[in-house]
DNA sequence: ATAAACCCTAGAGCATGGTCTAAGGTCAAA
DNA sequence: TTTGACCTTAGACCATGCTCTAGGGTTTAT
């Protein structure tokens, strides 16, 4: 059994990450001690691994909370369902992608318009081009 | 002049969010009717269509703050200023892009890894990757 | 025995970008 | 004149993901 401080360095998390976790329901109290103090099992460390391997792969602690359901109760649900709610991610993720393209693409715009000289910014294209009317 | 109503439907934002421009200092004040009224002039719409160009173009408020700054300063400014800005800013965004690439990988390896079958989840591949240690 | 290092709780605070509420005052039309 | 649509303020609230503080108890090493 560790306590938190062992399981916050072998996670690479804080303290307070961890109990912050448990506040909202990502994984369970389990034991304490006398004192206590949390005393974790090689099930909550198990747990906590995959909290971050999802948290790595881009997943939401709300996602991530629905992914420990899906988990808890996976001899209930079929890989279907699993591959199902990681699509769904993608498919968000594949937005945020699009987005994020266009709006490099419009600063690239902005960027190459503007001589980037010595000149005073005046009359520069790029503080023009913002305020421009695009409603 | 305009008031604040007339503002934000020509804005298409709330009057909230013109509230709350003003109270972070993008927007300044302008003049006040008699009946303490905020009346915009021109010269503020002009302001507040450079704030709604900037955001689309992936600014955060902060930034569309030292934007301003440079925009009212502009005649002791240089394009290369202006520029210089604007690249740092297609930097970070550049970073952002990876990182969702990263993202956007790792669950398409998810995925693909699965089956989807009909079969119950005990022992899916996605739920046993995310509960690899990756540190 | 005492100080350092650890643990506990509840709750505040941060950053981001607003939205909403309460409790009022004002203005225009019917 | 009274209703409804508008305006004002200060401050609370939302989501996200922590981080920190205050005020206390415990454990461990010297």
Redesign the pocket.
């Known amino acids: 059994m560790l ?4 399981l ?1 360095a072998l996670a690479s ?5 961890l ?3 448990e506040k909202h329901g990502l994984i369970t109290p389990g034991e ?7 005393l974790y099992s090689e099930t909550d460390v198990h747990r906590i691994s995959f909290i971050i391997g999802a ?1 790595e792969v881009g997943f ?3 996602e991530i909370h629905q992914l420990l359901e899906l988990e808890v109760t996976k001899d209930e649900k079929s890989c279907y369902d699993i591959k199902q709610f990681v699509d769904a991610k993608i498919s968000i993720v594949n937005q945020r992608l699009a987005e994020i393209k266009r709006i490099k693409k419009s600063l690239q715009t902005l960027s190459s318009a503007c001589c980037g000289g010595d000149e005073p910014a005046t009359h520069c294209t790029i503080l023009e081009a913002l305020s421009e009317q695009t409603n």
């Not at 306590?3 to 062992?6: A, P, R, Y």
């Not at 998390?13 to 990450?17: F, G, M, P, Q």
């Open positions: 306590k938190i401080g062992e916050a998390v804080s303290r307070d990450t109990r912050f976790y304490r001690s006398g004192a206590g103090y949390r948290k939401t602690l709300n």
